[in-house]
Every structure is written in C-alpha cells, then in structure tokens.
C-alpha cells in the first residue's frame, strides 16, 4: 500500500489565486483529515470527513473548501489565496472506528501564497 | 488556548540516554492519547497510544505514561538514538468533542548529541 498521498509537494501561489491540494490513501479508511501547520506549531484541523459525500469543519475552516465524493480522495480547495494560508497542509486518515484509532499522515504539501 | 501543550519546547540529550517528553492537558474529558514523531520535512508517524483507563504502555524503547489526577502525559524513549532526533508531539481526542478531531500540542524538538 502506498499509505497516504500528497500533490503537489510544494507550490507558490500569488495572493487571490486559486489551488486544489489533492490527497488519496489506499488502505480503505473511511475517516480522512486535512490540518495545517505552521512554523514551529502543532496541527490544527481544517476539515475532515467520516465517509464519502460527508464533511465537516474543523478548528480552522475558513477560506477552504472540500468535498468526497469518494472513500481514496479528499481534496482541498483554497479559493482566494491569502498570505496567511502559507503554512504545510498534512492530510490523515484513520480506521474506521474514527479518530480513537491512529491517524495516517502523508507527507504534506508546503504552501507559500505571496 | 490550546488545551493540549507541552513543559519544554526543546529537549537535548546525549546519545544512549533515556529522554523524557512531557506534555498536559486541561480537559478531564479526553480519553485517548497519542504521541507522535515528526522528523524534518515529514509527515507525524504514530509512536504509541494510550487509553485514560490506563496509566502505562511499553512500546519498543517507549512508554508512555498518564497521570490522570494531574492531567499529564510522558513519553519515555530509552538508549536514545540519534535517529530519535525529532519534534514529538502528543494529541488527545476528547469524547465529548467532535468525530475526528484530535487536539495536537506545539511539539517539543529532541535533539539527540552524539
């Protein structure tokens, strides 16, 4: 299994500009998350979703967006880039009992919006 | 403020020593615990977990250990490594808090001294 995937692995954005950060795993997790972190901090939980076509906020939703349409995927939409939305993104997953049970990450995608 | 963080948010030890990360929480509520490792430029790697109905796991070369009475959480690495070099964080997923959210402290950085 290829665990947890992220493109791209490093982008620059001009502020106002648009990107998907694409995220897939493979190993049938129905529970699948998206956190930024930024320099010198913890994680902090933007979406997440417990099953195909079911999403929920995070602590820190604002000026994202996602959508699973499938169990593999779970994209992250940033609509109007801003200068604080430079940080690196992890997506996770978990087994199917949830978060209770360990979260996979992948290898993050760095963001610098300019 | 975060309900999870840490003691120190550097740790230097000299290669073969035990180290000893520390973290507290504030919510009585959490009931499950997990440390993780991240090393530079990676995605956070499950070390181990613990259950709020106990006060001690052994991995290989770790423990983790919970005070409940003082809401505090250890990470014991033995003989470390250079290898352990890492930032470690803990996360606590609280059972009265929504499906999949777990709350990640800043991290303490381990350097490990040859």
């Known amino acids: 299994n290829a665990g947890v995937t992220q493109t791209p692995k490093f982008r620059i954005l001009k502020i106002g500009q648009s990107m998907t950060l694409q995220c897939a795993q493979d190993m049938n997790h129905n529970y699948m998350y998206w956190y930024r972190q930024d320099p010198g901090m913890g994680l902090k939980l933007i979406y997440y979703?417990?099953?195909?076509?079911?999403?929920d906020k995070g602590e820190v939703p604002n000026g994202y967006n996602v959508s699973r349409s499938t169990t593999e995927d779970f994209p992250l939409r940033l609509e109007l880039a801003a200068p604080s939305q430079t940080s690196v993104y992890f997506c996770?997953?978990?087994?199917?009992?949830?978060?209770?049970?360990?979260?996979?990450f992948g290898p993050g995608t760095r963001l610098l919006v300019l | 403020g975060e309900s999870v963080g840490l003691h120190l948010p550097t740790l230097s030890v000299q290669e073969g020593d035990n180290s000893i990360i520390n973290c507290a929480y504030s919510?009585?509520?959490?009931?499950?615990f997990i440390w993780y490792k991240q090393e530079s430029g990676k995605g956070p790697q499950f070390i181990i977990d613990?259950?709020?109905?106990?006060d001690k796991r052994q991995g290989q070369r770790v423990t983790v250990l919970l005070n409940k009475t003082v809401k505090h959480l250890s990470l014991q690495i033995a003989a470390t490594q250079p290898g352990d070099s890492a930032v470690y964080f803990c996360?606590?997923?609280?059972?009265?808090?929504?499906?999949?959210?777990?709350?990640f402290g800043k991290g303490t950085k381990l350097s490990v001294k040859p």
């Open positions: 996360a606590e997923n609280m059972s009265t808090g929504s499906q999949g959210n777990l709350i």
């Open positions: 979703s417990v099953g195909a076509g079911i999403t």
């Open positions: 996770a997953s978990s087994y199917p009992q949830g978060a209770r049970e360990t979260q996979y």
């Open positions: 613990i259950r709020s109905n106990m």
């Open positions: 919510n009585s509520a959490s009931d499950y």
